[in-house]
């Protein structure tokens, strides 16, 4: 592909697992990423992923696989842990997909995304700050837009609640620092995205 995924900054202990190794190494900043490869934030730790026009944020205690990467689609697979995805720009054939153990929720539109896997894998909280996705599961599939967040059990989509929008935690505001360096860079006024 001519977009190149990379490891663009992480703080406390990142661990990282090359396609089809079983092995765990330290994770270094810069490092190309592509399908197969997998990341885990360890507790008190973070990483931000870069792609494109999207940035992946991981929250401590966070699994993230890339299972599918090219020209066209960034899928990524969380199977425990949050991550923030803002998606400055997305083009009409792109596609932004988080996989998690029990739906799939896509990127329809720029904008800022939050998704929660529950430690045991059972659960899924979408939270949509701005922008709009949709969710797949087993024969269903929901619009989800800023509205109402939502939490969802099982795999067929069935069983979900509404959610309150949750407060920025202190996740939310490393990952709100991140954007307003991105979007205040001096770089920017010179550098095409």
């Known amino acids: 592909p001519s977009r190149v995924a990379r490891l663009g900054y992480m703080t ?9 190794e079983s092995d765990w190494v330290q994770a270094m900043v810069n490092r190309p990423l592509t399908v197969g490869d997998r990341l885990w934030a360890d507790a008190d730790s973070r990483a931000e ?3 494109g026009g999207a940035l992946v944020r991981m929250n401590a205690g966070t699994s993230v696989s890339i ?31 988080v996989a998690t153990p029990n739906l ?9 995304y939050r998704i929660e896997v529950d430690s045991d894998g059972t659960a899924t909280t ?11 599961g087993e024969g269903a599939s929901y619009v989800i837009d800023s509205r109402q967040p939502y939490r969802f059990a099982g795999t067929g989509l069935r069983e979900y609640e509404y959610v ?13 620092d991140r954007d307003r360096r991105y979007d205040g ?3 920017a006024r010179y550098v095409s995205p």
Do not use: K, M
Request: glycine share 8%; hydrophobic share 40%.
């Open 104 to 112: 799939a929720f896509i990127v329809r539109q720029v904008g800022s």
């Open 67 to 97: 299972l599918n990467f090219d020209d066209r689609i960034l899928q990524l697979q969380l199977t425990q842990g949050a991550l923030n995805v803002r998606v400055r720009r997305l083009e009409r054939d792109q596609v932004v997909e």
């Open 185 to 187: 860079s001096p770089s």
């Open 126 to 136: 979408v939270i949509v700050r701005t922008g709009r996705g949709e969710v797949y």
């Open 12 to 20: 406390g202990t990142v661990s990282f697992s090359p396609a089809g």
């Open 164 to 176: 309150d929008v949750p407060r920025f935690d202190e996740f939310d505001r490393w990952s709100g």
């Open 49 to 51: 992923i870069q792609v």
